[in-house]
């Protein structure tokens, strides 16, 4: 396939000093690549992207499988260093979905806390997701505790076609379900720059300001949830810091992502 890396690169690049665009015919994970080159010392801001993945990853340990020329997959690495980290992972769902739909047109929202979905609730169909790490590697203090930089790698993958694979926990949508018109060079063009742009805000004034938007888009907002550790009730946006809410009998519960998953929603729109 053809990306229009330079395109990209001088779209980025303002924003990013030192910015490079780099594509891979094959590799195992982009995540996985960024994180070998940032160990031996490599940290600069980065966008890789591969054509095939043979070992994607997806959150939780779980495997993202994606056919060549059938799903967008990249990864950006950038050295950051935000006054508090809590709710990163939003703002890049927020920066992907400005990107691909500013209008709203394709009615792609966001489940908390890291996953694209195409609604209604009920019948949500998934489009993508977010795989963050990070590591303190590349920062260069970071044996001082002040010193909160550390390097990051967003890992992206977008269907363009829905994968057909059956045992899909979630059934999938592509890009190409929503919008025909819509190629992978233009979806990547148009999300990358947004993606970047959110980062850099939320590095410099935290989630606070992205909370409205946040719960506009929010897919389980109102809907009847069930998490991992026996949380249920229903779910109510997030707070400042990126949490999920729930409103449980027994009162407002806070979910943060590190501890607990989503198990189930039920649509009961209150
Ligand atoms: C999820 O939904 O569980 C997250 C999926 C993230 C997949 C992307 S594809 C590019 C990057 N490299 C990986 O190995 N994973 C992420």
Redesign the pocket.
Known sequence: MNWPVEDLWLEVEPDLPGFSVEVLAQVD????ELMRRAKKGNTDPILLL?NE?T??????G?V?H?VPGQSL???LGLNLNPMIWSGLSLVVGLGILRGLDPFRKMSIGLKWP??LWVGPATGAR?L????MESNVIGSPNFTNKQDQSRYCVI???ININAPKDVSLKMPAIGLEDLDPGLTPQTALLRVVPEVVKYVKQFCSKGFTGFVTEFNALDILNGEAVSMSNGVQGLARGVNALGELLIQTKEGLVTISSDEVSLLSFLHQRD
Do not use: E, H, M
């Not at 994970?29 to 996985?32: F, K, M, R």
């Not at 993508?128 to 795989?131: E, P, W």
């Open positions: 994970s982009t995540n996985d591969a993945q070992a994607g990853k997806g959150r939780r779980r993202w994606s997959t990249f990864s890291n996953d998934k993508g997701g977010i795989l890992g992206i993958g």
